[in-house]
């Protein structure tokens, strides 16, 4: 059973930068990609960044300037960068990844934006 565990979440200011990890293991990081989606309540999870086993990464454009996604040099973790936050990015953040059958869910961490 695939283990993802979330941190970094926090409260933090407008126009401040967070930065979230998602903990998982070298070997199944190596062969699946690695998304960060968020969800805010009473709404669908959203995706907003992939990084892929060879490096490459997609930013989704909502977050695009602002976010960035990177592996560690382990490759067992992966952050995602979060600069010039506002309230609007108040969510909870979770890591993916589709391992067979169903994919793997991280259980989730809190970021609030306010002043």
């Known amino acids: 059973q695939v283990q993802l565990v979330e941190s970094g979440g926090d409260l933090v200011q407008p126009g401040g930068s967070l930065t979230l990890s998602c903990a998982g293991s070298?070997?199944?990081?190596?062969?699946?990609?690695v998304s960060w989606f968020r969800q805010a309540p009473e709404r669908q999870r959203s995706l907003l960044a992939i990084?892929?086993?060879?490096?490459?990464?997609y930013i989704s454009d909502s977050v695009k300037g602002r976010f960035t996604i990177s592996k560690d040099a382990a490759g067992d973790s992966v952050s995602l960068q979060m600069n010039n936050l506002n309230p609007s990015d108040t969510n909870v953040y979770y890591c993916?990844?589709?391992?067979?059958?169903?994919?793997?869910w991280g259980q989730g961490t809190q970021v609030t934006v306010s002043s």
């Open positions: 070298k070997d199944i990081f190596s062969t699946y990609a």
């Open positions: 993916y990844v589709p391992v067979p059958p169903s994919g793997a």
């Open positions: 990084i892929e086993p060879d490096g490459k990464t």
